[in-house]
């Protein structure tokens, strides 16, 4: 039996178009375990050992869009040609094991490494500016608007092809620096044209990709957005200082058809702006009134916890009671967990039980292999 002060966590959820058993998701995480971008019979049963566990929402690793420079390993997963079949088998484990599921659709832009093999490796990469990182050398010319037009086509397509293969909602990866966030970020987009510009005037190409997945997909199909603050290249970096600049931002972005937020900070817990205890998901649904996912080292103790830097091993957080009061307040809708549900399939099930004691910690070496 749940414990009391857990019982939020274990409410149904119902809002952006999507129906849910609870409040827990399990957060897109890559694991390169895809040869050729195809996800495997071991992608498959990896996903279904979490959906059998109780996690109510399967979020995929980022698969990449049609784009010719989408993606940075042959590693990753594509959500276009043959791999559809492998994520069509996905999808049915998913649901046979009674979880819903949806793709994270992806462009990594300026994140492409030339240590990574990937494809079209002697193409530039696609960025507003051609930066990878503030102040830095410029390590491809911008992209033109022909092209930006054409990859909101390849978002549109991908998102479109997870609703006929039967997906219960799409995620964008619009975060952590990649290329929806490099328009976002001012230290990345320098443009002088009308996808450049001030905050606002910077949401152009986040607004122009969501109208498009959202003529292609339909009025009722759910569209989840994940957006950070923080980006890989700069973990201090924020969009907006302040609530009225983060308002003026999302709003936009909203309006274009975003049915839910999923929002990621390193840590779930930290305040996002000063005067207040709301965390990041906690402001966006203030601000836009749509239902939110919150994220970020849930389930995790030790070094995390304490502000260290994340090693090889943290010790399994059982303070869950604040996530439970978040949802109870209000605070956020669904929780998304990460690498907790890397190390421990079964961390929901054992939560909903009460076994908090037997909960895993965090194993960096799980990595390795699709446990």
């Known amino acids: 039996m749940t414990h009391a002060s857990l019982a939020s966590l274990f409410t149904p959820f119902n809002g952006g178009g999507l129906s849910l058993k609870n409040r827990f998701a399990m957060a897109p995480m890559t694991r390169w375990k895809s040869p050729d971008q195809f996800p495997g019979p071991d992608v498959a049963a990896y996903y279904r050992r979490r959906a059998e566990n109780d996690v109510a929402l399967i979020i995929t690793e980022g698969t990449t869009i049609d784009h010719s420079v989408a993606s940075q390993s042959t590693r990753i997963p594509a959500f276009h040609g043959r791999a559809l079949d492998g994520w069509r088998r996905v999808a049915d484990e998913v649901h046979a094991a009674g979880a819903k599921i949806a793709p994270q659709i992806w462009h990594v832009g300026a994140m492409r490494s030339p240590k990574d093999e990937y494809p079209n490796a002697d193409l530039p990469s696609a960025t507003p500016s051609g930066y990878y990182k503030p102040g830095g050398k410029q390590i491809a010319p911008p992209i033109g608007k022909a092209e930006i037009q054409g990859i909101a086509d390849s978002y549109a397509r991908a998102a479109e092809t997870a609703r006929t293969l039967g997906f219960d909602a799409v995620e964008v990866h619009g975060a952590h620096g990649y290329l929806i966030d490099q328009f976002l970020w ?45 980006k890989q290249q700069d973990y201090t970096a924020k969009l907006a200082a302040t609530p009225e600049a983060f308002a003026a931002i999302l709003k936009p972005i909203a309006e274009a058809g975003v049915d839910i937020f999923h929002c990621s900070q390193r840590r779930w817990w930290e305040p996002e702006f000063p005067g207040s205890d709301l965390n990041c998901a906690g402001w966006v649904k203030q601000l ?8 970020g080292s849930v389930g995790l103790a030790g070094a995390l916890a304490l502000g260290a830097e994340l090693g090889a091993h943290a010790e399994a957080s059982t303070d869950i009671a604040p996530l439970a009061h978040g949802v109870e307040h209000g605070d956020f809708d669904i929780v998304a967990v990460g690498r907790a549900l890397i190390s421990d399939p079964e961390w929901v099930r054992k939560v909903k039980q009460g076994r908090l004691d037997e909960l ?12």
Do not use: H, M
């Open 186 to 230: 001012e230290g990345l987009n320098q443009r002088d044209d009308e996808y450049g510009g001030d905050d606002v005037a910077r949401t152009r190409f986040a607004v122009e990709v969501v109208k498009a997945i959202r003529a292609a997909i339909g009025p009722d199909f759910p569209l989840i957005l994940r957006i950070s603050q923080w």
């Open 360 to 371: 895993r910690p965090y194993d960096k070496s799980k990595l390795e292999t699709l446990y």
């Open 288 to 295: 836009t009134g749509k239902p939110v996912i919150t994220v």
